[in-house]
């Protein structure tokens, strides 16, 4: 039964104590699940919990109640079945562009020429074989990114967890980032979890996308946003699917239900 | 082969940081110029205005520069950097050895920060200058009263410079670490040791100023030998010419240092540099 299932988070909730020792409950009852293979987007308004949830699964927060588990392993902290890819890159500035993206292998205690080996074919991966020894100071935003990907993948998860992976990148940069994420995953055929507050990367990029709303932070919905086969973004921009469900993910943030476009307003 | 989307990106960003260096480059040469303007103009002023005045209170650059060749010429110079230059390192010295470990102890332990954080927070703030008298009934008038003002004086910045340093790791980076699973001696050693690096170039650098002063006083009070030995003898026999010589090997000496710890600084950590400097 989860033997096809990358991520299963079942009842995750998460109180928070704030400064003056209030609770805070930031999530609520939140399940979904991950099939393998496929990308999910977890979107939703500001202080919707987004976030938390992904770093609950990262493994970085611990849930108040609920259990989460990755490639059927509970998850307990964080763990080499995942891969995570933060929102600024965070790589080490003192560390080459392949230095970074070895850091993730250290911890593995990989012999030395393994390590290398697969911290340039990640780094292969995503295009920057040419910017290898090149510090992160060196390197624009877009190609730092790049690096925080290629770390996330030395590694080989199971899953490829992003918090935002776009969000500081400029609307150029963003887009080519974001075709070469498809690319990746077609090359690779990782699972993908990403939180994003963009409504169209998630409907354009994901397969499916958990929609979260405040106070606490809850599931409103999945919105089901596979395009079939392997179009292109720009095809995708331009479908009539598109915009239809980018309507209907604005209407399940905002907490309301899918409503026709020319139905009348709730 | 490559999944990369946009080939022309990276070329792109060379062409930016390009434009950026020579832009740099050129603002450089003009603040440069502009800097040996105001030099000129100051000794300019100077010499005009010391030829007014009696030679028993001020001395001109022309007569200054006339005492260095003579001060260097007769050995008496040398023979008094030589006399500050070893307290001095010592003193230095033993700031580091002492300064750098304290302060990373007491950035990484609570407990260290509650015993002894209002410590290195009064030291730092005090005028440890008061000392003197008292390290002088302690260290009587040699080697060892003028090293222990500079390391006095020194110890405190570079102590709470580096605990600062300490307290500012990026937590994200750290998360990085906790992320990608790495075991805590690894993650002091390869994150928040590196990120340190530059506070403790700050407070060394620092510490430069401050042990420059300290070498000074102690023998101002003193005043036996070294370079603060020079200026109080000139000073007592009136030849301001012999007290403006030293007063400029004293400045010459502090900036030299200063741009030695800055060469070093580059080279231990030269992604710093790029990332905080005012280059753009």
Request: aromatic share 6%.
């Given at each position: 039964m989860s033997g096809d299932l990358a991520v299963d988070v079942q009842g995750v909730s998460k109180v928070f104590r704030d400064d003056k020792g209030r609770e805070v409950q930031?999530?609520?009852?939140v399940s979904f699940q991950v099939r393998r293979g496929e990308i999910v987007a977890l979107t939703g308004r500001s202080g919707c919990g987004k976030t938390t949830l992904l770093r609950i699964v990262m493994g970085l927060e611990h849930p108040t109640s609920g259990t989460v588990e990755v490639d059927g392993e509970q998850v307990r902290g964080p763990g080499v079945n995942r891969g995570i890819v933060f929102q600024n890159a965070e790589l080490l500035p003192w560390r080459t562009a392949l230095g970074n993206v070895e850091f993730g292998l250290e911890a593995r205690g990989l012999p030395k020429a393994e390590r290398r080996a697969a911290a340039e074919r990640a780094i292969e991966l995503v295009g920057l074989a040419h910017a290898a020894h090149r510090r992160p100071h060196e390197l624009s935003g877009g190609m730092r990114q790049r690096v925080g990907i290629a770390r996330a993948l030395a590694i080989d998860p199971a899953v490829l967890l992003m918090d935002?992976?776009?969000?500081?990148?400029?609307a150029q940069t963003r887009e080519n980032m974001q075709a070469e994420l498809l690319e990746i995953h077609e090359r690779t055929g990782k699972t993908i979890v990403f939180v994003s507050h963009d409504i169209d990367e998630s409907v354009l990029l994901a397969d499916r996308v958990v929609t979260l709303v405040p106070d606490p932070g809850r599931v409103h919905g999945v919105l089901d946003t596979a395009f079939g086969g392997s179009t292109s973004l720009d095809e995708r921009r331009g479908s009539a699917e598109f915009a239809l469900r980018r309507h209907e993910l604005l209407q399940l943030v905002h907490g309301r239900e899918i409503q026709q476009q020319d139905g009348v307003s709730a | 082969m490559t999944a990369l989307a946009d080939k022309a990106a990276p070329a792109v960003d060379d062409e930016t940081s390009l434009s950026r260096r020579i832009r740099a480059q050129r603002r450089g040469g003009r603040d440069r110029l502009i800097t040996a303007g105001t030099v000129v103009v100051l000794l300019i002023v100077w010499e005009v205005a010391a030829r007014q005045v009696n030679p028993i209170l001020a001395a001109p650059p022309s007569a200054v520069l006339q005492a260095l060749i003579s001060m260097i010429g007769d050995g008496s110079l040398p023979k008094a950097v030589w006399e500050s230059a070893q307290p001095f390192l010592a003193g230095y010295l033993l700031a580091i050895v002492v300064g750098v470990p304290v302060g990373l102890l007491i950035g990484r332990f609570r407990v260290v920060e509650a015993a002894i954080g209002w410590l290195i927070i009064a030291g730092y703030a005090m005028p440890m200058i008061a000392l003197t008298p008292v390290f002088m009934l302690w260290?009587?008038?040699?080697f060892a009263v003028k090293a222990a003002m500079v390391m006095t004086m020194t110890v405190f910045a570079i102590s709470i410079n580096t605990w600062n340093g300490v307290q500012n790791v990026p937590r994200t980076l750290i998360e990085v670490g906790t992320a990608f699973c790495a075991s805590q001696p690894r993650i002091l050693g390869q994150i928040v040791i590196p990120s340190v690096i530059p506070s403790i170039m700050t407070g060394l650098r620092i510490g430069i100023g401050k042990a420059v002063v300290g070498i000074v006083i102690a023998e101002f009070f003193t005043a036996i030998g070294g370079v603060g030995g020079v200026i109080v003898d000139a000073g007592h026999s009136f030849q301001p010419d012999r007290m403006f010589a030293a007063v400029v090997v004293l400045m010459l000496a502090a900036v030299a240092l200063t741009g030695l710890i800055g060469l070093v600084e580059r080279w231990l950590a030269p992604w710093n540099r790029s990332i905080t400097g005012g280059a753009h």
């Amino acid at each position: 039964m989860s033997g096809d299932l990358a991520v299963d988070v079942q009842g995750v909730s998460k109180v928070f104590r704030d400064d003056k020792g209030r609770e805070v409950q930031a999530l609520h009852d939140v399940s979904f699940q991950v099939r393998r293979g496929e990308i999910v987007a977890l979107t939703g308004r500001s202080g919707c919990g987004k976030t938390t949830l992904l770093r609950i699964v990262m493994g970085l927060e611990h849930p108040t109640s609920g259990t989460v588990e990755v490639d059927g392993e509970q998850v307990r902290g964080p763990g080499v079945n995942r891969g995570i890819v933060f929102q600024n890159a965070e790589l080490l500035p003192w560390r080459t562009a392949l230095g970074n993206v070895e850091f993730g292998l250290e911890a593995r205690g990989l012999p030395k020429a393994e390590r290398r080996a697969a911290a340039e074919r990640a780094i292969e991966l995503v295009g920057l074989a040419h910017a290898a020894h090149r510090r992160p100071h060196e390197l624009s935003g877009g190609m730092r990114q790049r690096v925080g990907i290629a770390r996330a993948l030395a590694i080989d998860p199971a899953v490829l967890l992003m918090d935002e992976p776009f969000s500081a990148l400029d609307a150029q940069t963003r887009e080519n980032m974001q075709a070469e994420l498809l690319e990746i995953h077609e090359r690779t055929g990782k699972t993908i979890v990403f939180v994003s507050h963009d409504i169209d990367e998630s409907v354009l990029l994901a397969d499916r996308v958990v929609t979260l709303v405040p106070d606490p932070g809850r599931v409103h919905g999945v919105l089901d946003t596979a395009f079939g086969g392997s179009t292109s973004l720009d095809e995708r921009r331009g479908s009539a699917e598109f915009a239809l469900r980018r309507h209907e993910l604005l209407q399940l943030v905002h907490g309301r239900e899918i409503q026709q476009q020319d139905g009348v307003s709730a | 082969m490559t999944a990369l989307a946009d080939k022309a990106a990276p070329a792109v960003d060379d062409e930016t940081s390009l434009s950026r260096r020579i832009r740099a480059q050129r603002r450089g040469g003009r603040d440069r110029l502009i800097t040996a303007g105001t030099v000129v103009v100051l000794l300019i002023v100077w010499e005009v205005a010391a030829r007014q005045v009696n030679p028993i209170l001020a001395a001109p650059p022309s007569a200054v520069l006339q005492a260095l060749i003579s001060m260097i010429g007769d050995g008496s110079l040398p023979k008094a950097v030589w006399e500050s230059a070893q307290p001095f390192l010592a003193g230095y010295l033993l700031a580091i050895v002492v300064g750098v470990p304290v302060g990373l102890l007491i950035g990484r332990f609570r407990v260290v920060e509650a015993a002894i954080g209002w410590l290195i927070i009064a030291g730092y703030a005090m005028p440890m200058i008061a000392l003197t008298p008292v390290f002088m009934l302690w260290f009587g008038l040699g080697f060892a009263v003028k090293a222990a003002m500079v390391m006095t004086m020194t110890v405190f910045a570079i102590s709470i410079n580096t605990w600062n340093g300490v307290q500012n790791v990026p937590r994200t980076l750290i998360e990085v670490g906790t992320a990608f699973c790495a075991s805590q001696p690894r993650i002091l050693g390869q994150i928040v040791i590196p990120s340190v690096i530059p506070s403790i170039m700050t407070g060394l650098r620092i510490g430069i100023g401050k042990a420059v002063v300290g070498i000074v006083i102690a023998e101002f009070f003193t005043a036996i030998g070294g370079v603060g030995g020079v200026i109080v003898d000139a000073g007592h026999s009136f030849q301001p010419d012999r007290m403006f010589a030293a007063v400029v090997v004293l400045m010459l000496a502090a900036v030299a240092l200063t741009g030695l710890i800055g060469l070093v600084e580059r080279w231990l950590a030269p992604w710093n540099r790029s990332i905080t400097g005012g280059a753009h």
